[in-house]
T-cell receptor, first 117, second 113 residues
């Protein structure tokens, strides 16, 4: 079955520790995205990648880092510099690309709920 | 001004009624529009997308787009209690070669049995 997996589902960390959230897709999608959702809020874009070995900052990139070494994988590191890291983190992918006729429907993984105390 | 605005609700409708969810956007150049459904504690699920002015129907769902008014809506006919969720409107915004979805904050819908 094709899809997007995120692990772990729940993650607990102490303040001051870096933590890495996993996102893997087997949909052969070029583009991948990381969003953050706070209670009662919409989704805010952290980082996105339209192609392997390239990624761009979204609206709230401060305190986060990413890598895109493989098409299937787009891990997100929440660093100790992120002031309010407790949130629901969502990874998404789409066929993406800048070519005419590209599809931009994004499909989401199940999410990781991060709690930092 | 927010780029994508939705009435946060909550919106309550009786079972069997039509639920109407609305969204306005600020970027006149936006070309693609998406509706996601999100159950409490779960990730968003794509239910509709629309690119052209007019209506697009899929089962009980109809998306309506009016680019002149910068308005997109989602109608849910014969609403069921299982439709109770938060509905997120998303708009594709282009900046140079980059294209990203901007989401509204969502409308919470409750369908009363």
């Amino acid at each position: 079955d094709g899809g997007i997996t995120q692990s772990p589902k729940y993650l607990f960390r102490k303040e001051g520790q870096n933590v890495t959230l996993s996102c893997e897709q087997n949909l052969n999608h070029d583009a991948m995205y990381w969003y953050r959702q706070d209670p009662g809020q919409g989704l805010r874009l952290i980082y996105y990648s339209q192609i392997v070995n390239d990624f761009q900052k979204g609206d709230i990139a401060e305190g986060y880092s990413v890598s895109r070494e493989k098409k299937e994988s787009f891990p997100l590191t929440v660093t100790s510099a992120q002031k309010n890291p407790t949130a629901f983190y969502l990874c998404a992918s789409s066929t993406g690309g800048a070519w005419r006729g590209a599809s931009y429907e994004q499909y989401f993984g199940p999410g990781t709920r991060l709690t930092v105390t | 001004q927010k780029e994508v605005e939705q009435n946060s609700g909550p919106l309550s409708v009786p079972e069997g009624a039509i639920a109407s969810l609305n969204c306005t956007y600020s970027d006149r150049g936006s070309q693609s529009f998406f509706w996601y459904r999100q159950y409490s504690g779960k990730s968003p699920e794509l239910i509709m997308f629309i690119y052209s002015n007019g209506d697009k129907e899929d089962g009980r769902f109809t998306a309506q787009l009016n680019k002149a008014s910068q308005y997109v809506s989602l109608l849910i006919r014969d609403s069921q209690p299982s439709d109770s969720a938060t509905y997120l409107c998303a708009v594709l915004i282009s900046s140079g070669s980059a294209r990203q979805l901007t989401f509204g904050s969502g409308t919470q819908l409750t369908v009363l049995p």
